[in-house]
């Protein structure tokens, strides 16, 4: 179809044709031309029209079944109504398409505009639920979510743990588990903020909870309650808020965190014999590792430190293997080991395989924000010392 036909196509001819043998789109399109020749007069020749784009090229559809041909054939145009209407009328003359005896009929002329129209009308309404299901945000949206955008980039890191800016300038800090809830507080406008980033507490927050006002703000999770317990052993907690149950700080909206901060409980208030277990409470791995592993454990990690550089072990604690730490997941499916000890991070990936291989220990240099599977104990350098 010529670009002007495209463009100011105003109605679409569709004739269906038949004919007695077997004919090729060359053939229907010569009769279409060729027959029609010359019935209406020089001003209405086809060729001509096509010429100064007020017919569009001619489109035929064919199908051949049992040595017949049968088929639709298009033809777009930008006549008036009338002189589209002898366009179709002229096609039902035709008698033959190519060597065999044909039948046309016009089936209908389509009016593109209505179908055009039918299309607008319908986007149109599309799009009036999508503005009115969106909305438009307000001067006050826009400001707050460029403030939410340029608090969360203001994450720091305060002596290697995540944490909100000028951390030493405030005499209230905030304790919570991991990067992405500092994250969440910064986008609130909490700023006195800090990580743990693991399982065991660093010597940092140790340090901060003996020098500041803390609150501890953690997950409503097993993983908050066994993180509380280390925090109220070592640390010099002052108050605890948590997530609603099965909730975490990362997920809260504004009103959540402000709502859960302002209802944090003073660690005296707590329950004495909670206190009391948690004081006493040796750290959870003595608890797990039976006689001389955890000796073991440290021993073989100290050995490793900087070989980047992986040990399983059997059941009895005997040495199966040692590979390089890239090659030690391929080994992990290979040796039937209960303990892993490697120089490097434990993460949710490694844990994950782990669980699925039967292995009970994992011991790493660090660990990160992981979700432990019941059965398998992860322990650090630090854990251990």
Do not use: W
Request: proline share 4%.
């Amino acid at each position: 179809m010529s670009k002007l036909a495209q463009a100011t196509s105003k109605y679409t001819i569709h004739a269906k044709f038949e004919a007695d043998g077997t004919v090729e789109k060359p053939d229907v399109i010569g009769a279409v031309f060729g027959q029609t020749e010359g019935l209406l007069g020089p001003d209405m020749e086809l060729r001509e029209l096509q010429k100064t784009g007020r017919i569009g090229r001619i489109d035929v559809e064919l199908r051949n079944v049992n040595g017949k041909t049968s088929g639709i054939i298009m033809i777009p145009s930008s006549l008036d109504s009338s002189e589209t209407a002898l366009i179709a009328a002229c096609m039902e003359t035709i008698e033959r398409v190519g060597p065999c005896n044909a039948k046309i009929f016009v089936d209908k002329i389509e009016d593109v505009r209505v179908t055009k129209r039918k299309y607008v009308v319908d986007r149109a309404k599309e799009l009036l639920v999508k503005i009115f299901d969106e909305g438009f945000p307000d001067a006050e949206q826009i400001s707050e979510q460029i403030k939410e955008a340029v608090r969360s980039s203001e994450i720091t890191e305060y002596k290697g743990l995540p944490a909100g800016p000028n951390l030493d300038t405030y005499d209230t800090v905030i304790i919570v588990e991991g990067r992405a809830d500092v994250v969440n507080l910064l986008k609130n406008g909490i700023k006195n903020v800090i990580a743990i980033e693991g399982t065991s507490i660093p010597k940092t927050i140790i340090d901060l909870s003996k020098e500041k006002l803390t609150t501890a703000f953690l997950d409503g999770d097993r993983g908050g309650d066994l993180i509380l317990k280390e925090l109220l052993a070592v640390c010099d907690i002052d108050f605890v808020a948590r997530a609603p149950r099965g909730s975490e700080v990362e997920d809260l909206s504004k009103k959540e965190v402000f709502k859960y901060l302002r209802n944090k409980i003073p660690t005296d208030q707590i329950k004495p014999e909670i206190v009391r277990e948690i004081k006493e409470e040796r750290p959870i791995y003595q608890f797990q590792l039976e006689g001389d592993k955890a000796e073991r454990f440290k021993s073989i990690l100290e050995d490793l430190i900087g070989t980047r550089a992986a040990c399983f072990l059997n059941e009895d604690m005997g040495i199966l293997g040692r590979v390089p730490v890239k090659e030690m997941f391929s080994a992990m499916r290979e040796l039937d080991s209960s303990a892993i000890i490697f120089d490097g991070d434990i993460d949710q990936k490694l844990v994950t395989q782990c669980a699925n291989n039967g292995i009970k220990y994992i011991i790493g240099m660090r660990v990160g924000r992981i979700k432990t599977p019941e059965g398998i104990l992860v322990l650090t350098l630090q854990d251990l010392k």
